[in-house]
């Protein structure tokens, strides 16, 4: 009963690489989405997707670019890592506009 | 702008005792609202929600409350327990984006 899972935990990224954070979920969730958690601070919206083929801007879209081109999946890709998007990651899934369960994220530190 | 706000960043009670955790939000348009709990190194699980058509939802120790003339909600956990020891964020939703609050770090001590 995997439920939502994000990979990798941890990523220590120098400013400029690029990386793409991985979700998958296989509860045939339609929603989907990425929040940031910045230390002490609560969750904000990055991009959500409302099903395949269809992704929308949340909160802080900046520096970042997702796609969905299946239901289980959406990835998240950072393209030119910069010191502010140090941050814990989460990706979670909800069918329609209910409760979202949540993986366990992906630890970013860019350097 | 802070949409949902948790103004108390932590609190602490005794094992057994009542836990009230707090949320104000501005944006009337958030017809659901939900709790959830996080502890360190996890992410997020849902607890507990409300509609914005009720004023009370119950799930055991857990009770959620909901004014909406006063646009505030609050969790109720009777009695608390020291694995309730995590940080709780009240989240609301209008359409498809669930906006969180800053969260609050409930401390139960035994």
């Known amino acids: 009963n995997a439920g939502v899972t994000q990979t990798p935990k941890f990523r220590i990224l120098k400013i400029g690489q690029s990386m793409t954070l991985q979700c998958t979920q296989d509860?045939?969730?339609?929603?989907m989405y990425w929040y940031r958690q910045d230390p002490g601070m609560g969750l904000k919206l990055i991009y959500y997707?409302?099903?395949?083929?269809?992704?929308d801007k949340g909160e802080v879209p900046n520096g970042y670019n997702v796609s969905r081109s299946t239901t289980e999946d959406f990835p998240l890709r950072l393209e030119l890592a910069a010191p502010s998007q140090t941050s814990v990651y989460f990706c979670?899934?909800?069918?329609?506009?209910?409760?979202?369960?949540f993986g366990q994220g992906t630890r970013l530190t860019v350097v | 702008d802070q949409q949902v706000k948790q103004n108390s960043p932590s609190l602490s009670v005794q094992e057994g005792r009542i836990s009230i955790l707090n949320c104000d939000y501005t944006?009337?348009?958030?017809?659901?609202f939900l709790w959830y709990k996080k502890y360190p190194a996890e992410g997020p699980t849902f607890l507990i929600s409300?509609?914005?058509?009720?004023d009370k939802n119950e799930d055991g120790r857990f009770t959620v409350f909901l004014n909406k003339s006063a646009k505030h909600l609050s969790l109720h956990i009777v009695p608390s327990q020291p694995g309730d020891s995590a940080v709780y964020f009240c989240?609301?939703?209008?359409?498809?984006?669930?906006?969180f609050g800053g969260g609050t770090r409930l401390m139960v001590k035994p």
């Open positions: 989240a609301a939703n209008a359409g498809n984006m669930l906006t």
């Open positions: 944006n009337s348009m958030f017809d659901y």
């Open positions: 409300i509609s914005s058509i009720k």
């Open positions: 509860m045939n969730h339609n929603y």
């Open positions: 979670a899934s909800s069918q329609w506009d209910t409760e979202a369960f």
């Open positions: 997707s409302v099903g395949a083929g269809i992704t």
